[in-house]
């Protein structure tokens, strides 16, 4: 597996702002993927975030409103745009490490967001 | 797309008792895997399966992948306090192209009565 960090772990946040995420990995991974999780839901995958390419935004997600950098191997970030109420959630991020096991994802350990 | 049922939807035992919940899909998956998310936390890999009919262990975990590739059952034995949490299941799915990503079960709350 890998050591998976996430800043900030949750914030509060006014309605109209942004907030970047960032997730770092102790180790290279080939893939990096973002998540949503709103309360009492299961995940929503927001984008696949390769190294070195373009991410790749699923259905109903676009990048005006969550662009994601990830400018290295061990690193990325997502930036929730114009924030209103409806984007509180988690927010995940997780991996599929170079070398292991195909399909398989390990996970953050999330930011809470709450926009007000 | 390709979706996950997942069941029960939640479950309230006592401490000791044991545990089933299972997944179902109307498509095949070449990989199951099972996740526990405790309250505040991410998703905990638990066990991750990759040929049909293979049952793996960790711990008094043991999990199945079904030999039509439909469906996977996660069995927990002598349920502690700690098991507490959400349990869901997950698989890939194509996603544009040569792309995949997971698709995942609405989740099992297990509660666990000491």
């Known amino acids: 597996s890998a050591v998976i960090s996430q800043k900030p772990s949750r914030d509060i946040c006014q309605r109209g702002t942004s907030l970047t995420i960032q997730c770092q990995v102790d180790?290279?991974?080939?893939?990096m993927f973002w998540y949503r999780q709103q309360p009492g839901q299961s995940l929503t995958l927001i984008a696949t975030?390769?190294?070195?390419?373009?991410?790749?935004?699923e259905s109903g997600f676009v990048i005006d409103k969550f662009p994601i950098s990830r400018p290295n191997l061990t690193f990325s970030t997502l930036t929730v745009s114009n924030m209103s109420p409806e984007d509180s959630s988690i927010y995940l991020c997780?991996?599929?490490?170079?070398?292991?096991?195909?399909?398989?994802?390990?996970f953050g350990p999330g930011t809470r967001l709450t926009v007000l | 797309g390709q979706q996950l049922n997942q069941s029960p939807q939640s479950m309230f035992i006592q401490e000791g008792e044991d545990v089933s919940m299972n997944c179902t899909s109307s498509?095949?998956?070449?990989?199951w895997l099972w996740y526990k998310q405790d309250p505040g936390e991410g998703p905990v890999l638990l066990i991750a399966l990759y040929k049909a009919g293979e049952l793996t262990s960790n711990g008094r975990l043991t999990a199945q992948f079904g030999i039509t590739r439909k469906d996977s059952f996660l069995n927990i034995s002598a349920s502690i306090p700690s098991d507490v949490g959400i349990y869901f299941c997950a698989g890939p799915v194509l996603s544009g192209g040569s792309n995949y990503k997971l698709t995942f079960g609405k989740g099992t709350l297990l509660t666990v009565n000491p």
């Open positions: 975030a390769n190294q070195g390419s373009e991410a790749t935004y």
């Open positions: 180790s290279q991974v080939t893939m």
């Open positions: 498509s095949i998956f070449n990989t």
């Open positions: 997780s991996v599929e490490i170079a070398g292991g096991p195909a399909d398989t994802q390990y």
